[in-house]
């Protein structure tokens, strides 16, 4: 088990950057896969990015080269670093966790067992 805190997301103007914080319950050791997603108003939840430490990082192509999805172990936490945002971007993101994690990160949200309350980013043209 473990839970999982969002915070850090806000309102932006487009081209700006926010980094949202997750912070977890516990130690994410490589037995976790976790990964951000995000959920528009009318869309599905889509995966942002998704990492297994010490293995690999995956993002979409949406976001690659704009967001960073990274981990700090000394404070159990997961950050996504975003950039250059754009008004689409706009949504409600959740941090999600797996465990256990044999296989490569996957951003299919069926697979995560773990889920935050969210935190919403608005970013304004």
């Known amino acids: 088990q473990v839970q999982l805190v969002e915070s850090g997301g806000g309102s932006v103007q487009a081209g700006g950057s926010l980094r949202l914080s997750c912070a977890a319950s516990?130690?994410?050791?490589?037995?976790?896969?976790v990964a951000w997603f995000r959920q528009a108003p009318g869309k599905e939840r889509e995966g942002v990015a998704a990492i297994k430490r010490g293995v690999i990082t995956r993002y979409v192509d949406a976001v690659k080269g704009r967001f960073t999805f990274s981990l700090d172990n000394t404070k159990n936490i997961l950050y996504l670093e975003m950039n250059s945002l754009k008004p689409e971007d706009t949504a409600t993101y959740y941090c999600a966790a797996r465990f256990p994690c044999s296989t490569l990160p996957t951003m299919d949200r069926a697979m995560y067992d773990f889920w935050g309350q969210g935190t919403q980013v608005t970013v304004s043209s």
């Open positions: 516990r130690y994410i050791s490589i037995s976790y896969c």
